[in-house]
């Protein structure tokens, strides 16, 4: 809301700028867009905030795109700020900061002596082992993966999966809808 404030009180400047620049009255400009001198004139000096209708009336008349009146916003910051939560036996930091699907994490899966518990749920999951030795189970297949092996699976199927030791396994995941999958391109030679 602040960019958006600070954008509209820097239109008023500019249209002095573009007026003055091109050598026109505030009459002339008024003859020329059908809005009164004292109008532009506050508008100019920031005592009237300025609508749609006036400034699209107003960049025609100065024949600028609209957009070089308003500036545009500022690009938001693409960095995902990563805040680790606790889910059960993992942590977890979200690598996507946008609602919807699918969506990243990175999982730290601590070494455990616990009985494998298979699950099911909807949806579809990729992972990637970035460290450690993970054991997985999924259905009545027990295999264990190292660094830079990957897998992926229908999450309807039985899993579970954990650190095959002696240290924990960290993952890349991405979970998915039903049906969303994960394609890894290969380069073409």
Known sequence: MEDIERRLAEVGPKLKRLRKERGTTLSALSETTGISASTLSRLESGTRKVTLEL???????????LDELVG???PSDPRVRMKAQKFGRFTAWALTAQPGQPQAFKLLIPVEDIEPVQRTHEGYEWMYVLSGRLRALLGDRDFTMGPGEAAE?????PHWFGSAGPGPVE??????????RAHLRARSK
């Open 171 to 180: 993952l890349l995941v991405l979970f998915g809808k039903q049906g969303e």
């Open 153 to 157: 699976f229908d999450t309807r199927v």
């Open 55 to 65: 400034l699209l009336t107003l960049s025609a008349a100065h024949q600028v795109p």
């Open 72 to 74: 545009e916003p500022e």
